[in-house]
């Protein structure tokens, strides 16, 4: 089994579709803080592989958001924008295993067998667009470690299905993209929100079709309402203010479970943070968040 480097090295990839807000934020500084109490390096990158749902400006404005916070990566951005023939290269080596084939099923060919792609349909026309996919076999389970939220596992041909990694808009998929990068990036670390525990099989799963090592995983928790359901409109989608960092800081400090006093009262948002590296308590962090949990401490006067 190809093995991770020695070192930590953790990583935060945006996708720039707006601004930073509280929750993209917590997942910033909760992989800076672990990151930097591992004595590590940590990395941005820029996920601007689908340009439908991407904002203009919007790379440029977290990273200006991040800096507010002294969050800047130890390495020049990566942009994955600029990596296709990367993602290409993964691509031709998987095709050569024969572990991925061109697809032109369409959404409602799809839905007839319940979303999931077992077999291909044959298409009706010439002009159906194709898709690439990874071929998953009956049986693929991929069983795994997350350091906080426990032990998972997952049939991906039952959960996910032959999943696509080259759209058929030509675009390329997150899947592959993340798996690619990560490895290359070398990141030992990956955390992240929780509302991605769920790719991380097919991720797994792909990192062993391609010979890549596995890294560890965090998933950070996702802001719920009381009857279990992820809350997008909550207070961790308030866009941060980069001319006023501190109420966030202090809000995200407070989503990942640490006391407030803990939070050095004074200084910039910067400096606080810096000096807080040391005093920030991993096994605090809660596995899931109510909205109400960090309610107060949100305050944003
Ligand atoms: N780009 C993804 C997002 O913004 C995160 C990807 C990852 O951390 O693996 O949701």
Redesign the pocket.
């Known amino acids: 089994m190809p093995s991770l480097p020695p070192r930590y090295r953790g990583r935060f990839?945006?996708?720039p579709t707006g601004p930073l807000h509280l929750g993209s934020l917590s997942t910033a500084i909760g992989s800076w803080l672990l990151a930097r109490q591992a004595g590590g390096e940590w990395l941005v990158r820029i996920?601007d592989i689908d340009p439908p749902r991407e904002v203009p400006g919007a790379a440029q404005s977290q990273l200006r958001a991040l800096a507010a916070f002294g969050l800047v990566s130890d390495l020049p951005v990566l942009y994955q924008s600029a990596r296709s023939d990367r993602y290409a290269r993964a691509i031709d080596l998987l095709r050569s295993a024969g572990r991925v084939f061109d697809c032109a099923c369409s959404r409602s060919d799809l839905a007839a067998q319940g979303s999931i792609h077992r077999r291909c349909v044959p298409p009706a026309g010439e002009h159906r667009q194709w898709a690439i996919r990874l071929r998953v076999e009956d049986g693929s389970v991929v069983e795994s470690e997350d350091a906080l939220q426990g032990r998972f596992h997952q049939d991906v041909a039952v959960a996910a299905g032959d999943f696509v990694l080259k759209r058929a808009d030509g675009y390329w998929a997150y899947q592959l993209a993340?798996v690619v990068d990560d490895a290359e990036q070398e990141i030992s670390d990956?955390v992240?929100g929780a509302d991605?525990l769920d790719s991380t099989p097919r991720q797994i799963l792909l990192q062993r079709a391609l010979g890549l090592p596995t890294p560890r995983y965090l998933h950070l928790p996702l802001v719920i309402d009381e009857s279990g359901q992820k809350l997008s409109k909550s207070l961790s989608s308030i866009p941060v203010d980069p001319a006023d960092p501190v109420p966030a800081l202090r809000a995200v400090w407070a989503m990942l479970g640490q006391e407030p006093s803990a939070l050095p009262a004074s200084g910039s948002a910067e400096s606080r943070l810096l000096r807080v590296v040391s005093g920030f308590q991993a096994d605090r962090i809660p596995r899931a968040l109510s909205a109400i949990d960090f309610g107060p401490a949100a305050d944003r006067s």
Do not use: T
Request: no cysteine; charged share 25%; net charge neutral.
């Open positions: 990839a945006p996708s996920e993340v990956i992240r991605l």
